[in-house]
């Protein structure tokens, strides 16, 4: 007689080095962790200084979250941790939490390889719906960071997701239907009604749907 052994979910890893404010992300993020059938993993990024680190080989990483609190992304440890979950868990998207909204900081996560930027002064509902659509393939970061500066000459943004197209025009994702994703060249911001494409961004942010106006 055969026993099933029922699989291993696919788990997400929540890195911070504080443990205090590690064990509250995981808290917060408990119901949605359920609600997509994934396990959250509490992680020391300290340790990945260690030569000898290998992460869980049996483990199936769907997405890796970095709380920074007040901490730069541009500190050489910071970047250390960035470049060590990105070269272990390669595959898993990486997403990072910051105190710290200054534009310079989500640039330099997208120039680092990280699939999103969350501030931690927007809601919770809005967080959870940015982490949902990372693990489903997206991409999720502030306007102003491709607003205020582009980091190479040419860059192509796109904040929101990927385009995964379901047909002509569509930019549905396939991990989560029924969110779409805008992406657009950084270069438009410029031409004329930048302001009046700013403000609908800004409104993505607040409630994420597809937005003709950037198509």
Same mark, same amino acid.
């Given at each position: ?23 509250g992300?995981?808290?917060?993020l ?47 440890? /910071?970047?250390?941790?960035? $470049?060590? &979950?990105?070269?272990?868990? !390669?595959?898993?998207? =990486? ?9 310079e ?41 491709l ?6 000459p040419g ?22 239907p029924?969110?779409?994703? /805008?992406?657009?060249?950084a $270069?438009? &911001?410029?031409w004329?009604? !930048?302001?009046?494409? =700013? ?17």
């Amino acid at each position: 007689m055969s026993i099933l052994v029922s699989a291993e979910p696919r788990s997400v890893l929540v890195a911070d080095i504080l443990c205090l404010r590690r064990e509250g992300t995981q808290r917060l993020l408990h119901e949605w962790a359920e609600a997509h059938g994934v396990a959250l993993r509490p992680f020391d990024p300290s340790e990945l200084a260690n030569p000898e680190f290998t992460p869980e080989p049996s483990q199936a990483w769907a997405l890796c979250i970095l709380n920074l609190g007040g901490q730069s992304i541009n500190d050489r440890t /910071v970047s250390g941790w960035i $470049g060590g &979950l990105l070269s272990h868990y !390669a595959g898993a998207p =990486l997403v990072i939490i910051s105190d710290r909204s200054e534009d310079e900081e989500a640039v330099s996560a997208l120039r680092m390889g990280a699939q999103g930027f969350i501030h931690t002064g927007i809601a919770p509902e809005i967080a959870m719906n940015a982490l949902s659509f990372i693990m489903g393939g997206g991409t999720f970061f502030p306007p102003g960071a491709l607003i205020a500066r582009t980091p190479r000459p040419g860059l192509s943004g796109r904040l929101f997701g990927r385009r995964r197209g379901r047909g002509k025009g569509s930019t549905e994702s396939r991990g989560l239907p029924g969110l779409h994703c /805008v992406g657009w060249h950084a $270069g438009k &911001l410029r031409w004329p009604g !930048a302001e009046m494409r =700013l403000r609908a961004l800004q409104r993505f942010m607040q409630k994420p749907r597809r937005l003709s106006l950037l198509r």
